[in-house]
C-alpha cells in the first residue's frame, strides 16, 4: 500500500536551516508529483511546495519562496524539503503528499519549531 514516512522536523532557532524527507513506497515514485503542506496551530493546512514528476519543476508558496528547496531522489523513492532562514511563523507540522488516481495519501507529518 501507499506509504509516505517524513523525518527531519525539530527545534531550530530562527535564522536557522533543517531538512524534512520523505520514504514513499507502494506506487511508482517517479511518475508522481510530490507535495509539501504544512498546518500550524489553529490554521488551515496549505500547500508549501510542489515537485513534478519530471524535469522536475517547481513550485513554492510566496512565504517560503527563496528560502525553501524541494527536491527529490527518484532512486531513493524520496522527495526532500530544505528549509533555510527559518523565523517563528514556518513552525507547524510538515506533510508529505501525493495525489494518486483520485485520493490524496498522507504521511504522519513532522513537528517543525522555530524558536529562540
Known amino acids: 500500500q501507499v506509504q509516505l514516512v517524513e523525518s527531519g522536523g525539530g527545534l531550530v532557532q530562527p535564522g536557522g536551516s533543517l531538512r524534512l524527507s520523505c520514504a514513499a513506497s507502494g506506487f511508482t515514485f517517479s511518475m508522481l508529483a510530490m507535495n509539501w503542506f504544512r498546518q500550524a496551530p489553529g490554521k488551515e493546512r496549505e500547500l508549501v511546495a510542489t515537485i513534478a514528476y519530471s524535469d522536475p519543476s517547481t513550485n513554492y508558496a510566496d512565504s517560503v519562496k527563496g528560502r525553501f528547496t524541494v527536491s527529490r531522489d527518484n532512486a531513493k523513492n524520496t522527495v526532500y524539503l530544505q528549509m533555510n532562514s527559518l523565523k517563528p511563523e514556518d513552525t507547524a507540522v510538515y506533510y508529505c503528499?501525493?495525489?494518486?488516481?483520485?485520493?490524496?495519501?498522507w504521511g504522519q507529518g513532522t513537528q517543525v519549531t522555530v524558536s529562540s
Open positions: 503528499h501525493t495525489y494518486i488516481r483520485g485520493r490524496n495519501f
